[in-house]
């Protein structure tokens, strides 16, 4: 340690002894005040005599390799600058006060659907015609900064972008050339286009869920209200009609209650807070569950449901939501059947993949299917079965009491399993139903 290390290290000691016998706090902070202040100069200094001294032995060397260093320095900014532009999600784009292309990265060459590398020198008009765009640039470079700029694009698909565009102005604080007197001119402008599709889906998603509860709530609740009044206006006295009309008021009632049910079960499993614990289970106590759950609806229908599930086939599941599929379907089966029809429940296991030689690399499956005898589903409706609240058949599907809501649980809860469902229909010979779940492996 060298004697001036030493003596600053001594001193610092005396100083604090000094801080710690002092009587009043007052005076304990206002040196010690003085002492950081102290300590930020002498470290300031010593870093300055150190950068200094290192710099001494090569400085003559330095300024012989000045002009080869410096544009190596700049080369190394300018690649990190390219790199982070075009490793942007967001389209940039930069034009001068004539509407041509100075500077752009990858994601605004995707943006106006051009392969080639650049869009330098290019005007935008020969770029885009969408007016949009184009007006918001021009009041940039008017010094107007336009934010919230809705544009669309309708190529391969629709995207929908939020424009924000800025000017650039002088350097100098003077008004650019060909600027309006008294404006705040730029010799440039720069636009950021941020990809808001998903966004616009997800709200327009929103929109259609929310008009449809409203709609499916409307319904019963306007047909409660109506018998309501009936009572109200006499209709009680009779008891006959008194009974009948609160058992309409009860089943609509039920029919809400049933919405409201689906509508959060539904919402649950989209957003994640529905937990799937999959494992080995006995199939065959399942089907027999369902079957028994379903029995009187089926038996007023006159519908004859069956099961060809051996006993020993086992599935990789949960068997509380499995059985939550089944219901859904095979209620759906029944209802929609025709009169003495049929639903049988099937299995295709582990070892009927391996007979039909699926490829391992493509995931074997076990299939579970719900086969009915119904009149079958016309195919333009097959693609848009899953989705929430759609209907093949509107009326009669109010009219059986549906939610609308049964396939799109049951679409996700496969997903969820890491599976999916399909469906195959024939007019006049009924439906298949396949829930595809991943096979038992040998460690389950």
Not at 175 to 203: C, N, W
Not at 204 to 211: A, G, I, K, P, T
Not at 250 to 261: E, G, T, V
Not at 334 to 361: C, H, L
């Amino acid at each position: 340690m060298s004697k001036r290390n030493a003596f600053l290290i001594a001193a610092v000691a005396v100083s604090l002894a000094v801080v710690l016998f002092l009587p009043s706090f007052s005076a304990r902070a206002v040196v010690a005040v003085v002492m950081l202040l102290a300590a930020a100069g002498w470290l300031i200094r010593a870093l300055s005599n150190r950068t200094s001294t290192e710099q001494l032995p090569t400085s003559g060397a330095s300024e012989d390799r000045g002009d080869a260093e410096a544009p190596a320095d700049t080369f190394a900014l300018g690649k990190l600058f390219e790199a982070t532009m075009n490793g942007m999600r967001e389209g940039l784009l930069v034009v001068d006060k004539d509407m041509r292309v100075v500077a752009s990265n990858t994601a605004a060459h995707r943006l106006f659907n051009l392969s080639r590398g650049k869009l330098d020198a290019q005007r935008l008009t020969e770029l885009t015609r969408n007016p949009a765009i184009y007006s918001a640039f021009l009041d940039a470079l008017k010094g107007t900064e336009r934010s919230g700029v809705k544009v669309e694009t309708h190529g391969p698909e629709r995207l929908v972008f939020d424009l924000r565009v800025v000017p650039l102005k002088n350097s100098n604080g003077k008004r650019a050339e060909g600027s309006a007197p008294g404006s705040q001119g730029a010799q440039g402008a720069l636009g950021v286009f941020i990809d808001v599709t998903r966004i616009e889906r997800l709200e327009q998603v929103r929109q259609e869920f929310l008009s449809n509860v409203s709609h499916e709530l409307r319904t019963p609740l306007t047909a409660m209200l109506a018998f309501i009044e009936t009572l109200e206006a006499g209709a009680i006295d009779d008891k006959e009609a008194s009974q009948r009309f609160l058992a309409i008021i009860r089943r609509n009632a039920s029919r809400m209650q049933d919405l409201i049910d689906d509508t959060l079960e539904l919402s649950a499993i989209e957003s994640g807070n529905v937990q799937v614990r999959a494992e080995s289970v006995e199939l065959a106590p399942i089907v027999g569950d369902v079957i028994a759950s379903l029995a009187t609806k089926a038996s007023a229908q006159g519908v004859v449901v069956s099961s060809t599930v051996a006993r020993d086939a086992m599935v990789y599941a949960d068997a509380r939501r499995l059985e939550q599929m089944l219901t859904n379907l095979v209620e759906n089966a029944i209802k929609f059947n025709r009169e003495n029809g049929t639903v049988t429940i099937s299995y295709e296991g582990d070892a009927e993949a391996e007979a039909n030689e699926q490829s391992p690399a493509a995931g074997r499956r076990s299939r579970i299917r719900v086969q009915d005898s119904g009149e079958g589903i016309p195919a333009q409706h097959l693609e848009r079965l899953f989705e929430r609240f759609y209907r093949a058949d509107r009326a009669r599907s109010r009219e059986m009491g549906g939610t609308g809501l049964g396939l799109a649980i049951v679409k996700h809860l496969a997903r969820a399993h890491g599976g999916e469902v399909t469906v195959t229909s024939e007019l006049g010979k009924g439906s298949i139903f396949t829930i595809e779940l991943p096979c038992v492996t040998k460690n389950s």
